[in-house]
């Protein structure tokens, strides 16, 4: 498939702007208030500040819990024109014509 690969956009950043919600210690404090869920101040720092490697159903829960949002509203992605995100055919993957 050459060199191209699907980019994963990281967007709790806008996701928080577009609900005023300006820093780490305010989504801290909402994710207590709205969905029972703590973390370090240094955790929600981090998850704001970085595109992050892994996250964790529960984490990813209470933030869409604490800003009303979609998983689809936390993650963009920018794929290549010869990449495809549709199923490919059974047939096809077998190697069968």
Do not use: Y
């Not at 994963?8 to 801290?28: F, G, H, P, Q």
């Not at 010869?82 to 069968?96: A, M």
């Amino acid at each position: 498939m050459g060199g191209h690969r699907v980019q994963i956009e990281w967007r709790l950043r806008k996701v928080m702007a577009s609900r005023n919600v300006w820093n780490a210690t305010e989504l801290r404090e909402l994710l207590v208030q709205r969905a029972g869920f703590e973390l370090s101040l240094q955790s929600v720092d981090v998850l704001i500040k970085k595109h992050p490697v892994q996250v964790k159903v529960a984490t990813l829960q209470a933030l869409c819990t604490t800003l009303r949002c979609t998983p689809n509203e936390l993650f963009g992605f920018d794929a290549p024109r010869d990449v495809s995100l549709v199923e490919p055919d059974s047939t096809e993957v077998r190697g069968e014509q």
